[in-house]
T-cell receptor
Framework: NAGVTQTPKFQVLKTGQSMTLQCAQD?????MYWYRQDPGMGLRLIYY???????DKGEVPNGYNVSRLNKREFSLRLESAAPSQTSVYFC????????????FGQGTRLTVV | KQEVTQIPAALSVPEGENLVLNCSFT??????LQWFRQDPGKGLTSLLL?????REQTSGRLNASLDKSSGRSTLYIAASQPGDSATYLC?????????FGRGTSLIVHP
């Protein structure tokens, strides 16, 4: 059972480049989340998808877009990367909505130079 | 907006001590509260999940309590070991979204 899988694990981008972070879960979870983790800031929610076909903004959505491709996959796109987006990105999922534990991927460490 | 505070921010103790990690949150309308462990450079590992109707949950040397009305949860670690060294995060969960505290960084030295 793979759980939540994120790709890539590491990435270096130049300012202005674009990229997509991939996340897939094999637990049949309804809800999926993207967080970023910065030193001293804890985990902050970027976007979430409560169920297939829906997405909503979290606390820090600016500069990002998401796609809930199907029930398994939830991608995060940076259209024009900025140094302020240097962070560790975590994807998480949970099922059913509201009353079960969340599971996390191993993270993507992104550096924008 | 849910605000989560974890105290202490950092803790360094000798092996064998019993530990108390505190988590407080401002919005008591939660469905559950989850405690996680994060090792350096790694993802989050779920330790315990307490439903809003529960008062406590135990797993091995870990015991977590929840007082939803006062907005508090406590994680007890009994007989701490060097392998417990990690950052511990609490996340009260609303209808869709877990919100995280900044964590308690724990070092247990031999």
């Amino acid at each position: 059972n793979a759980g939540v899988t994120q790709t890539p694990k590491f990435q270096v981008l130049k300012t202005g480049q674009s990229m997509t972070l991939q996340c897939a879960q094999d637990m049949n979870h309804n809800s999926m989340y993207w967080y970023r983790q910065d030193p001293g800031m804890g985990l902050r929610l970027i976007y979430y998808s409560a169920s297939e076909g829906t997405t909503d903004k979290g606390e820090v959505p600016n500069g990002y877009n998401v796609s809930r491709l199907n029930k398994r996959e939830f991608s995060l796109r940076l259209e024009s990367a900025a140094p302020s987006q240097t962070s560790v990105y975590f994807c998480a999922s949970r099922y059913p909505v509201g009353n079960t534990e969340a599971f996390f991927g191993q993270g993507t460490r992104l550096t924008v130079v | 907006k849910q605000e989560v505070t974890q105290i202490p921010a950092a803790l360094s103790v000798p092996e064998g001590e019993n530990l108390v990690l505190n988590c407080s949150f401002t919005d008591s309308a939660i469905y559950n509260l989850q405690w996680f462990r994060q090792d350096p450079g790694k993802g989050l590992t779920s330790l315990l999940l307490i439903q809003s109707s529960q008062r406590e949950q135990t797993s091995g040397r870990l015991n977590a309590s929840l007082d939803k009305s006062s907005g508090r949860s406590t994680l007890y670690i009994a007989a701490s070991q060097p392998g417990d060294s990690a950052t511990y995060l609490c996340a009260p969960g609303g209808s869709y979204i877990p919100t995280f505290g900044r964590g308690t960084s724990l070092i247990v030295h031999p």
